[in-house]
Structure formats: structure tokens, C-alpha cells
T-cell receptor, first 113, second 112 residues
Framework: DAGITQSPRHKVTETGTPVTLRCHQTENHRYMYWYRQDPGHGLRLIHYSYGVKDTDKGEVSDGYSVSRSKTEDFLLTLESATSSQTSVYFC????????????FGPGTRLTVT | RKEVEQDPGPFNVPEGATVAFNCTYSNSASQSFFWYRQDCRKEPKLLMSVYSSGNEDGRFTAQLNRASQYISLLIRDSKLSDSATYLCVVNGLGGGADGLTFGKGTHLIIQP
């Protein structure tokens, strides 16, 4: 299994509070991604990073920000959590070669009450 | 908008049977294709890449038809442990940066 960890694994928070999720990899992969997965929608890209301090928006980026100050860490911040952001969040990594296959972390289950 | 369509199922299949499912994709410029497997409340895991010539990995065979823009997965001699959701994934132009599009998955249940 790829060396990807996510923290926390579960979190319950209140509407309006900021939340930061962490993704940590030991594979030294250049690309990192944050997805959310909701019933009926499949996996949707929130933000991605193609290098340290290089990030870009994905399909559903509103209400989220990211930072990548080191190759191994990619942080996702919900600036002011809303109930619509209750979801399962997955981090993924890949290398910019071959088929660009992605490998996923174990996920964070976030509930916003 | 890029789309990947899959039959959500569930497919209920007796153990030992052969099962096949397809997905279709809309972006004719797509360059690489994958099947991922996702168990309940777990992360997606890469099952196999899919190549134009077709490829096989044990009991699993994947096929790509570029002309008709569909991808298939065949599972032979199905096991109880094959029960999972299978995600069809397509990579578009430019490689991996924002190019992956995921289907919503096909739910497979292998019955004893």
C-alpha cells in the first residue's frame, strides 16, 4: 500500500468553525489531490497540487483552501464549515509519468452539525 | 463536461460465476483508463489500468474500445471477496493534474 495517511480520520464540528484536514505521504510523489465523496456524486476533485506551493482549483473548490509547504504534506482547510460540507474526504497522490494513476489515503469522515 | 457513466447495479451474482460490466466515457481525447475497487467505507484502490490491446490480471480482464468509447471489466470465477464497488476512471488531456474523471461506481454483490 502507498504510504499515505490522513488526519483526523473522523471529525464532528459545528457550522461556522474552521477545520483543517491533513494528508501526509512518504512516497515523495509530486502531485497531491483532495477529493470529496458523497452518495450519488462519486468522487469530485476539490483542489490539487503539482508541487510545493503550486496548487490549483478543482471542480468543487468553493469554501475550501489548500496549502502545500512541503512535498509530503497537503492541507485542506474549510474556512467556515457548512452542513453541505459533511462528506468523506480522500487525499490522493500520483507521479507525472506513465498513466498518472492515483493512490488514495484512507479518508476522513467529516460531519458538520 | 467530461462524463463517465456506469450502471450503478447492484449486480447480484452467485459465487463462481462470470460477471461483466461496462462504462462509457464522453471525452474522445481521453488517454488513460483505469478500474478501481472500493470496499464499503474504505478508499478506492487501483485494480488495473486498461489498455487498447486489452489486459488480464488473474481472473480480471479489462478491455477498451476507443471507437465506441467504452471500457469493460470481466471477472471470472467470482469470489465472495470480489463484492465491492467498481469505479471506472478516465484520464483526459494533459495527464493527471486535473484530468481524472470518476464514474459513480457499479456495486457488485457475490452471493454464496
Amino acid at each position: 500500500d502507498a504510504g499515505i495517511t490522513q488526519s483526523p480520520r473522523h471529525k464532528v464540528t459545528e457550522t461556522g468553525t474552521p477545520v483543517t484536514l491533513r494528508c501526509h505521504q512518504t512516497e515523495n510523489h509530486r502531485y497531491m489531490y483532495w477529493y470529496r465523496q458523497d452518495p450519488g456524486h462519486g468522487l469530485r476533485l476539490i483542489h490539487y497540487s503539482y508541487g510545493v506551493k503550486d496548487t490549483d482549483k478543482g471542480e468543487v473548490s468553493d469554501g475550501y483552501s489548500v496549502s502545500r509547504s512541503k512535498t509530503e504534506d497537503f492541507l485542506l482547510t474549510l474556512e467556515s464549515a457548512t452542513s453541505s460540507q459533511t462528506s468523506v474526504y480522500f487525499c490522493a497522490i500520483s507521479e507525472p509519468r506513465g498513466d498518472y494513476e492515483q493512490y488514495f489515503g484512507p479518508g476522513t469522515r467529516l460531519t458538520v452539525t | 463536461r467530461k462524463e463517465v457513466e456506469q450502471d450503478p447495479g447492484p449486480f447480484n451474482v452467485p459465487e463462481g460465476a462470470t460477471v461483466a460490466f461496462n462504462c462509457t466515457y464522453s471525452n474522445s481525447a481521453s488517454q488513460s483508463f483505469f478500474w478501481y475497487r472500493q470496499d464499503c467505507r474504505k478508499e478506492p484502490k487501483l485494480l488495473m489500468s486498461v489498455y487498447s490491446s486489452g489486459n488480464e490480471d488473474g481472473r480480471f480482464t479489462a478491455q477498451l474500445n476507443r471507437a465506441s468509447q467504452y471500457i469493460s471489466l470481466l471477472i471470472r470465477d467470482s469470489k465472495l471477496s470480489d463484492s465491492a464497488t467498481y469505479l471506472c476512471v478516465v484520464n483526459g488531456l494533459g495527464g493527471g493534474a486535473d484530468g481524472l474523471t470518476f464514474g459513480k461506481g457499479t456495486h457488485l454483490i457475490i452471493q454464496p
